[in-house]
């Protein structure tokens, strides 16, 4: 059900019905990822309190954490000046938000003329998603 | 002219040849602000050690604080698992990310059910950009 409350319509959705959405830590104020929400996404992260994404590819609902358990608690919602992008302030559950294991997904830095990777592994992604 | 560099070859730009780019505050941890880059401003931004972003309304290059002032030291930039999202670290002049003159472009905070401004004017716009 596509709700109608009047503080969604205030976000400038994409063509595609779309908002990028930053997850920072809010403890270690580390910024996690970028995903993106539809209506109904953010209509079901508020509700639940844990962050509920549109996954482009897969192209459905995708309920952070649903199969590694390293799900998101949503403690705080921002909307930007142009009503186009959204921050979540977020308890990460498990420590891990990146499917590759690690903290944060923004683990290459440029360094030079190349990408570098400079964050640890903490969870071995097969156990995570039991491969 | 178009570089050709191999690092810029590895981002995965979008279909208007456009990443989205997170600017956090290096020392606060604070999110500035999104914006959004093609491979000229990406370019540009490591050259010259200040956010150049690409206007997507204005379709044009946007050297961040060339009107106010309000540049932003480029510290680090880090790029997402997916390849298709960019963190800088910054150090933001004048303390003024947003238009609005507000340190952060997130000052709509949702409450209830209704976006609520937290964040004070620091710099009267009018003033930032001489109108």
Redesign the interface.
């Given at each position: 059900m596509i709700s109608t409350?009047?503080?969604l319509d205030?976000i400038k959705w994409n063509p595609d019905g779309l908002i990028?959405v930053?997850a920072?830590e809010a403890d270690?104020?580390?910024?996690l990822?970028?995903a993106w929400m539809n209506r109904n996404a953010l209509q079901q992260t508020?509700t639940s309190g844990e962050a509920v994404y549109w996954s482009r590819s897969r192209r459905c609902l995708w309920h952070k954490g649903e199969t590694s358990g390293n799900v998101q608690k949503v403690r705080?919602?921002?909307?930007?000046?142009?009503?186009d992008?959204i921050?979540l302030q977020v308890e990460q559950i498990g420590g891990v938000a990146?499917?590759?294991g690690?903290h944060s997904?923004?683990?290459?830095?440029?360094q030079d003329?190349?990408?570098v990777t400079t964050e640890p592994v903490l969870k071995d992604p097969s156990a995570m998603y039991g491969l």
């Open positions: 409350a009047k503080w205030h990028p930053i920072q270690s104020g580390t910024v990822m970028l508020v705080d919602i921002r909307l930007d000046c142009d009503g992008v921050l990146c499917h590759t690690r997904c923004f683990f290459q830095q440029l003329d190349s990408w």
